[in-house]
Antibody
Framework: EVQLVESGGGLVQPGGSLRLSCAASGFTVSPNYMSWVRQAPGKGLEWVSVIYSGGSTYYADSVKGRFTISRDNSKNTLYLQMNSLRAEDTAVYYC????????????????????WGKGTTVTVSS | SSELTQDPAVSVALGQTVRITCQGDSLRSYYASWYQQKPGQAPVLVIYGKNNRPSGIPDRFSGSSSGNTASLTITGAQAEDEADYYCNSRDSTANHLVIFGGGTKLTVL
């Protein structure tokens, strides 16, 4: 069964750090694009970061310079290192597997996240 | 950066058809993907690509696109379809970034 399981969430003070993990089973992380998506309490989904199969990484402006996405191929696990945490980083954090491609016949691209974990909760508060 | 705009709330009578829309410039080059999220649960992909459903998603869910607008249609809405629905695509103006719509709360009456 294809599955993602997040862990590492918790309560942290403003300015603190936390590392989230996302363990994959049923598929291999390294050949895939993998994203972190978060959802603040009562709010919508917000994309946070992506790591490509080649290792390139990209971030939402709201976390750039503070968060780092990485993976450990030997553990088949995705990570999100979160530093300088702020109250507005409080959210449920999901990891997801991404797919992207191009329909040549229609001259259109597609992008979607087909596998999601159940999420881990991060609370930033003093 | 681009945005995807969704109506905050939509309602439908049980068994009727409802369309949830998503607007944004990115949708002129990207098909939207659609996610269903029920309270306390993770999002679930329901439509991707031109109009594809993952395994296990009922065929009453369908997707379409025209210009800068993508639509998710539920034909014969069921009580279990009551949920939040989010559209998603790449940000076509900012390489490598990804965007979500603000979400639509669907109520089945």
């Amino acid at each position: 069964e294809v599955q993602l399981v997040e862990s590492g969430g918790g309560l942290v003070q403003p300015g603190g750090s936390l590392r989230l993990s996302c363990a994959a089973s049923g598929f291999t992380v390294s050949p895939n694009y993998m994203s972190w998506v978060r959802q603040a309490p009562g709010k919508g989904l917000e994309w946070v970061s992506v790591i490509y199969s080649g290792g390139s990484t990209y971030y939402a402006d709201s976390v750039k310079g503070r968060f780092t996405i990485s993976r450990d191929n030997s553990k088949n696990t995705l990570y999100l290192q979160m530093n300088s945490l702020r109250a507005e980083d409080t959210a449920v954090y999901y990891c997801a597997r991404d797919k992207e491609g191009y329909y040549g016949d229609y001259d259109y691209y597609y992008y979607y996240m087909d596998v999601w974990g159940k999420g881990t909760t991060v609370t930033v508060s003093s | 950066s681009s945005e995807l705009t969704q109506d905050p709330a939509v309602s439908v009578a049980l068994g009727q058809t409802v369309r949830i829309t998503c607007q944004g410039d990115s949708l002129r080059s990207y098909y939207a993907s659609w996610y269903q999220q029920k309270p306390g649960q993770a999002p679930v992909l329901v439509i991707y690509g031109k109009n594809n459903r993952p395994s296990g998603i009922p065929d009453r869910f369908s997707g379409s696109s025209s210009g800068n607008t993508a639509s998710l249609t539920i034909t014969g809405a069921q009580a279990e379809d009551e949920a939040d629905y989010y559209c998603n695509s790449r940000d076509s103006t900012a390489n490598h970034l990804v965007i979500f719509g603000g979400g639509t709360k669907l109520t089945v009456l």
